[in-house]
């Protein structure tokens, strides 16, 4: 997995790619953590994630519950088929946020 | 425990270190073979997380982290099922205390049981014929 943070005003957009899984996730987990932890609202750009586990999910709860305690947005965009079949299986694509693509997500900024 | 029992046709085997890193090649053998065995692209999505999520409990819970203990997979065909064997040789495991957390409690972790359990249409420890380690049996109907 890699990642890439762009930020805009007080807007992260973080764009995961490839495999967030159990060797993986703790990367994402502090990258995300440390975007909301600056105060950042943030958006997990999905489209080019190929596959995400159980802990690669328990990242993105982490990092929501985060944002939620200081009123910061959290939100997900362009998530894959294979990614959103997860957050199905864990009864969480109702819980977060999803916007269809990174630009609805942002407003274009 | 139900003793273990192989019937049916062996799809492949594969003997790997308990370490995080070894988890890809793992799910790209496990979709291979199940892909093989007929599973349409979405239930070999389903099985192949549920497969890497049951060696997560083994490299977490078992080995506790010791990437030096070994995990050997076995897959099988019976008849309409695909049935894969999970064998570890780390000191058993309290089974009563493996259940799956409340999903509707939104919180990080724990969802591992629950994807076993949900892709699954069964799964459980087994006795081992060798008296060591654990061995974790899940079936997958697919004809």
Sequence with gaps: MTYEVRESGNMAVVA??????LEKSPTARKVLLECVERGRDVIVDMA????????????????????????????????????????????????????PTVDAATGGQ | MAPERHEGTRLLQLRFRAHAR????????????????GCTPAC???????????????IRHAYEGDTNGEIV????????????????FAPPVDVS???PR?????????????????????????????GTGNLFRMSKRIG
């Design chain 1, 16 to 21: 995961l790619e490839g495999d967030v899984d």
């Design chain 1, 48 to 99: 080019s994630v190929t596959y995400i586990d159980s802990s690669g999910i328990a990242s993105l709860v982490e990092a929501l519950q985060a944002a939620r305690r200081q009123g910061t947005a959290f939100a997900l965009a362009a998530v894959s088929a294979s990614a959103r079949r997860v957050l199905e299986l864990a009864r969480l694509d109702t819980v977060f946020t999803i916007h």
């Design chain 2, 22 to 37: 070894r988890l890809k090649e793992v799910r790209a053998a496990v979709q291979t073979a199940v892909t093989r065995a």
């Design chain 2, 44 to 58: 070999t999505r389903d099985i192949v997380l549920a497969v890497d999520e049951a060696c997560q409990n083994i």
């Design chain 2, 73 to 88: 997979l076995e897959i099988e065909r019976q008849d309409r099922d695909v049935v894969f064997w999970l064998r570890d």
């Design chain 2, 97 to 99: 205390k493996i259940k």
């Design chain 2, 102 to 130: 409340d999903i509707d409690d939104v919180r990080p972790g724990g969802l591992g049981t629950h994807f076993i359990r949900h892709v699954m249409d069964d799964s459980g420890f087994v006795t081992p014929e060798s």
